[in-house]
């Protein structure tokens, strides 16, 4: 996954659309509506290799931004 998020740790919502839109293998686990009622994003690879699927975790921070965990 650090080809797509390289070595920043802090998105806002926006970039990581933007992220996910650009990469169709990448996928959000939960809809936005319950992301922004849990403070938690998942973002899952679902790319068909021997590795499986791996995901990252984004914890939303106060100041409106999301940090990878």
Not at 40 to 69: A, P, T, V
Request: with cysteine; glycine share 6%; hydrophobic share 35%.
């Amino acid at each position: 996954m650090k080809k797509y998020f390289k070595n920043v740790t802090i998105f806002t919502l926006d970039e990581l659309k933007t992220i996910v839109a650009n990469n169709p293998q990448l996928g959000f686990y939960n809809e936005e509506i319950i992301s922004e009622i849990t403070g938690r994003i998942c973002i899952h690879n679902q790319n068909n290799e021997y590795m499986g699927h791996s995901r990252k975790d984004f914890i939303l921070q106060e100041d409106g931004n999301w940090k990878m965990n």
